[in-house]
């Protein structure tokens, strides 16, 4: 079974700074896809960004950009120019690239609360 | 269009009775998902609907909890007799035949006193 880890509970930058949140996984399958969702105290999960497994390119979403190493099994975001909206609580989030049942399920991490000091 | 919507966006209970949650999937969605979030914690998957059938179940705890979805859109939750370790937020999902990225809903937070 797949299994996704975030070892940073709880996260603070400075406003207009930069900050990363690590996340790693475990899977022995080689295509999958990788998300980060925001989580904000309204409890509606918003989708950040999502990776392929299979594109080398890491994506970016505008201030938000990820690390993908494939090979270490880390997913990482980093939110480039913090601003006080991106206050929230962060998941990282694994779902295989296979169609069969029990796959489609996406296996959370257990969250990185982000405070954003003005 | 609009996202999904779920009702009621709070639920107290007392121990022992019975609840119904809602979830209104996107339109268009024929992929539908139940996730339990207790406080502190992250989504565990609870059932997966692809269209009106439970094409993956293995994530509800007990024989208490049961989900429908009829008509291949709306999508009830139900618990029998509810226990105190049922308190937890429950938030639906939907996506698109084949899609990847699922879109959820505000949730509902059920509290079982």
């Known amino acids: 079974a797949q299994t996704v880890t975030q070892s940073q509970p709880e996260m603070s930058v400075q406003e207009a700074e930069t900050v990363t949140l690590s996340c790693t996984y475990d899977?022995?399958?080689?295509?999958?896809?990788l998300f980060w969702y925001k989580q904000p105290p309204s409890r509606q999960m918003i989708l950040v960004i999502r990776?392929?497994?299979?594109?080398?390119q890491n994506a970016t979403e505008n201030r938000f950009s990820v690390n993908f190493q494939k090979a270490a099994k880390s997913f990482s975001l980093k939110i480039s120019d913090s601003q006080l909206g991106d206050a929230a609580m962060y998941f990282c989030?694994?779902?295989?690239?296979?169609?069969?049942?029990?796959?489609?399920?996406?296996?959370f991490g257990q969250g990185t609360r982000l405070t954003i000091n003005p | 269009g609009a996202g999904v919507s779920q009702t009621p966006s709070n639920k107290v209970t007392e121990k022992g009775k019975y609840v119904e949650l809602r979830c209104d999937p996107i339109?268009?969605?024929?992929?539908l998902y139940w996730y339990r979030q207790s406080l502190g914690q992250g989504p565990e998957f609870l059932i997966y609907?692809?269209?009106?059938?439970?094409?993956?179940d293995s994530g509800l705890p007990n024989d208490r909890f049961f989900a429908v979805r009829p008509e291949g859109s709306v999508s009830t939750l139900k618990i029998q007799r509810t226990e105190r370790g049922d308190s937890a937020v429950y938030l639906c999902?939907?996506?698109?035949?084949?899609?990847?990225?699922?879109?959820f809903g505000p949730g509902t937070r059920l509290l079982v006193l």
């Open positions: 999902a939907s996506s698109s035949l084949g899609g990847e990225t699922q879109y």
């Open positions: 899977t022995s399958e080689s295509d999958y896809y």
């Open positions: 990776q392929e497994a299979y594109k080398q």
């Open positions: 989030a694994y779902r295989s690239f296979l169609l069969i049942q029990g796959a489609q399920k996406l296996v």
């Open positions: 339109s268009g969605h024929t992929a």
């Open positions: 609907f692809q269209g009106t059938g439970a094409a993956d």
